[in-house]
């Protein structure tokens, strides 16, 4: 496996290190520690060593999420998840991918997503018609909530409408690329598809990006590709925020109490915390988790969930417990694909979003 000299040495410096053995939120969920970040480092030294075949470890190379708690807590500056989706692109350009993941990359290639979707919801599809027309600000509600949670994206819709925001919805939206950038890294094919965003993007003034693992694609792998656009990105945390700040928004605050959900991509990736925060007070009592920002646990995903649901169950699991052990009995969540896991799990925990909460 070619794999580059920076790969090697993270990969070689995390496969005997425990450091984040306790953080990783699939490790915690299996109970296996062949889950774990230290794990995949040791397997992926012993194919650089030819000791085992790239095959034998794919489906662990496959357990990570990427959600960066491992990079986040380890001191002496180690990065999992960078040698993990380098592990992926050398893997698709060898032809070893697992046929499971094969099949999302086709569909990414084939429909714009990892589902394989071609048609929207009825609901979604006349409030996504009610802004076709060309305004200086877009809102990208990304495949998600376009394609498996589309209620939400029409929540999603419906807030700005509240505020009296004028903006377009498109509906062929393009891909982000950031579907093909977890599943197979910075191929040409998820450069393809960054490009294309990024040319739609520039079109606009403004692009206000719904889905959290979206903004972080286009707020910071974009960048770290190349790929360059000439919109102002905002995350759509920071703008409904910014509504409330300037009073589009009348929030009327209740006695309700909440814990939020942070979503890694925001906390972690682009330091974007207190934004949802901000929404959240404005109409409930937030109760925070003991972990939470920054060291936020990750909560599950729709796109993981295609390939090992039981595990990503038990991964929200885990989370609703952590918000029952401060006792709190209803999560507001920032991302709509941790809201569609956590939703997916029976529970006496409300899991809502940050749109219900400001729509009632």
Known sequence: ????????????????????????????????ERSTPRARALGISLVNRGAIELEEIMDNIYECVGCGACVHDCVTGWDPVMFTKETRLL??????????????????????????????????????????????????????????????????IRVLEKAGVKFTVLADEPATGAQLDFLIGAANETKEQMLACAKVMSEYKAVVIYDPQDAKAIKQTYKAYGVEY????????????????????????????????????????????????????????????????????????ILTAQYMPEIIKKVSERRIFNAKSVGADTIVTASVSEYAALRAVATDVEIISIEDLILG
Request: glycine fraction near 6%.
């Open 230 to 301: 000439s919109a102002e990105a905002l995350t759509y945390t920071s703008f409904v925020a910014k509504l409330l700040k300037d009073g589009k928004l009348e929030a009327k605050h209740s006695d309700k109490g909440v814990t939020l959900q942070d979503p890694c991509q925001l906390s972690r990736d682009l330091d974007e915390s207190e934004d949802a925060r901000e929404i959240v007070m404005s109409y409930a009592v937030l109760g925070e988790m003991l972990l939470n920002r920054k060291e936020t646990v990750w909560a599950g995903n």
């Open 91 to 156: 893997a698709a350009l060898d032809g070893k991918l697992p046929d499971y993941i094969s099949k999302l990359v086709e569909n990414c290639l084939n429909t714009g997503n990892a589902y394989g979707k071609t048609e929207i919801d009825s609901e979604l599809c006349d409030a996504v018609k009610a802004h076709s027309e060309k305004t200086d600000t877009l809102l990208l509600l990304g495949a998600d909530a376009r394609y498996m949670v589309p209620n939400q994206a029409v929540k999603a």
């Open 1 to 32: 496996m070619l794999m580059s000299e920076k790969s090697k040495q993270h990969a070689d410096a995390c496969r005997f290190c425990w450091m984040c053995h306790h953080i990783c939120p699939i490790g915690n969920a299996s109970g296996h």
